[in-house]
Antibody, heavy 120, light 107 residues
Framework: QVQLQESGPGLVKPSETLSLTCVVS?????????WSWIRQSPGKGLEWIGS???????YYNPSLKSPVTISVDTSKNHFSLKLTSVTAADTAVYFC?????????????WGQGTVVTVSS | DIQMTQSPSSLSASVGDRVTITCRAS??????LNWYQQKPGKAPNLLIY???SLHSGVPSRFTASGSGTDFTLTISSLQTEDSATYFC?????????FGGGTKVEIK
């Protein structure tokens, strides 16, 4: 069965870069679907960060204050999130998820989430 | 951005009660509306997609309807395991957005 697992540092200093990886098991990312990052904080609820397609097309939420990059490494069957120049407002639980086969389809599979705190 | 407004923000009901949650979009999203259930410390789980289609494995007591801007999720007979927070989400256009959530508690 398809599973997603987030990993990355739980603590990031302000103004530094937050980097997370989502490893996909049970499915080859090159076969299709969209791969997304979502975060959840008490203050802002669930917030879609962005998605990347199996072919590498990216879609980002322009509301995010910190610059975002989502990339995919098909050789390792994982995709990654980078948020640069983070602030305390980027403290949240970060989830990766799969949706598809089209961009407009629901998020059917989620990772368990990873807590990231931005603090000096 | 399309704003998603859920109501109520919380409710308390007894086992066996019929519960209805409403989600309103700030502009038409046709039927690109999904519902998720989230329990504390866990990721959201998909319940309903495309406004009214039941995701695989979800109990039939969960039903949903709507189109355009107004949508509802109904639990026909509330069970103890339904205690959770429920979110709607529009996937009509980017940025994809979620409602603020409805916390369902069991009396």
């Amino acid at each position: 069965q398809v599973q997603l697992q987030e990993s990355g540092p739980g603590l990031v200093k302000p103004s530094e870069t937050l980097s997370l990886t989502c490893v996909v098991s049970g499915y080859s990312m090159t076969s299709g679907y969209y791969w997304s990052w979502i975060r959840q904080s008490p203050g802002k609820g669930l917030e879609w960060i962005g998605s990347i397609s199996y072919s590498g097309n990216t879609y980002y939420n322009p509301s995010l204050k910190s610059p975002v990059t989502i990339s995919v490494d098909t050789s390792k069957n994982h995709f990654s999130l980078k948020l640069t120049s983070v602030t305390a407002a980027d403290t949240a639980v970060y989830f990766c998820a799969r949706h598809g086969p089209t961009f407009n389809d629901a998020f059917e599979i989620w990772g368990q989430g990873t807590v990231v705190t931005v603090s000096s | 951005d399309i704003q998603m407004t859920q109501s109520p923000s919380s409710l308390s009901a007894s086992v066996g009660d019929r519960v209805t949650i409403t989600c309103r979009a700030s502009q038409t999203i046709t039927r690109y509306l999904n519902w998720y259930q989230q329990k504390p410390g866990k990721a959201p789980n998909l319940l309903i997609y495309a406004a009214s289609s039941l995701h695989s494995g979800v109990p039939s007591r969960f039903t949903a309807s709507g189109s355009g801007t107004d949508f509802t999720l109904t639990i026909s007979s509330l069970q103890t395991e339904d205690s959770a927070t429920y979110f709607c989400q529009q996937t009509y256009s980017a940025p994809l957005t979620f409602g603020g959530g409805t916390k369902v508690e069991i009396k």
